[in-house]
């Protein structure tokens, strides 16, 4: 789950009536000519603090038309890994991104939400990490609630070149109130490659993870939110790895 954790935060979500397109929205895409600042700084604990790192990462989009948009990424991890797990001993770890986001319908005109999304990264805890990422993403407007499910497939290039991983993610986006919104969600996901595993075990056995996420939002307005951020690994094997995540995310658009 992107090396997997869990987004554990929350309770209550906004709009007792239809859920308005603000950009707490997990379908939101800025309109022709509009920017979206999103800030997200989150610490991650793995196996009861085995390795610890904190991510700080600011991502711009600009919308081309009402629903597309491209988007770049700058990040930096801090890497506090004092019993050597990940191998791993650099404390500033640059990274960036770039991508974009379209959505097939205009999702201000119809109840049905269906996406597309593509990133390339690269950077983070080895500069040397290179990953091509796409998704696809589909839900539906009931009233408050949005429930919606994601499939995203990521792949690692380069010099660390291996299998793709493959997540689905079912989550509800519900609104409460007009300020407080909670999107919560479970996810799968595997991996088809063997590397990892027959390095550390001898054993040709494919990696899986089971977790759970939430972001709880305040929504000063439309243009405006900011919320809590968990994650929550539950399950993984051959190995049972411990860990979760936990952080803020501040959006504005302009």
């Not at 990940?86 to 974009?100: M, S």
Request: proline content about 3%; some cysteine.
């Amino acid at each position: 789950m992107k090396k997997s954790l869990f987004v554990l935060t929350a309770t209550l979500m906004a709009s007792s009536a239809a859920f308005a397109m603000d950009v707490s929205n997990p379908f939101y895409v800025p309109m022709k000519g509009d920017f979206l600042s999103e800030t997200n700084i989150a610490y991650n604990n793995f196996e009861h603090g085995k390795s610890e790192d904190t991510t700080l990462a600011e991502t711009l989009s600009y919308g081309i038309t009402r629903n597309f948009s491209v988007n770049g990424t700058i990040a930096d991890t801090w890497l506090f890994d004092a019993k050597g797990v990940t191998g791993h001993d650099r404390y500033d770890n640059p990274a960036w991104g770039i991508g974009l986001k379209y959505n097939l319908v205009d999702c201000c005109k119809t109840n049905w939400k269906v996406q597309l999304g593509a990133n390339y990264d690269q950077g983070g805890v080895d500069h040397h990490d290179k990953t091509l990422s796409a998704y696809a993403k589909a839900g539906y407007q009931m009233g408050r609630f949005l429930p919606y499910v994601t499939a995203t497939m990521e792949k690692p290039v380069g010099k660390y070149e291996e299998a793709p991983t493959w997540e689905g993610r079912a989550a509800l986006n519900t609104a409460f109130s007009k300020k407080v919104n909670l999107d919560a969600g479970i996810i799968y996901d595997w991996s088809a490659s063997t590397n990892a595993i027959r390095k550390t075990t001898g054993e040709r056995k494919h990696a899986s993870g089971l977790g759970l996420d939430s972001t709880l939002n305040y929504v000063f307005s439309d243009c405006m939110s900011v919320g809590l951020t968990g994650q929550y690994l539950l399950d993984t094997k051959p190995n049972n790895v411990d860990a979760y995540s936990v952080g803020v995310n501040f959006k504005v658009a302009f």
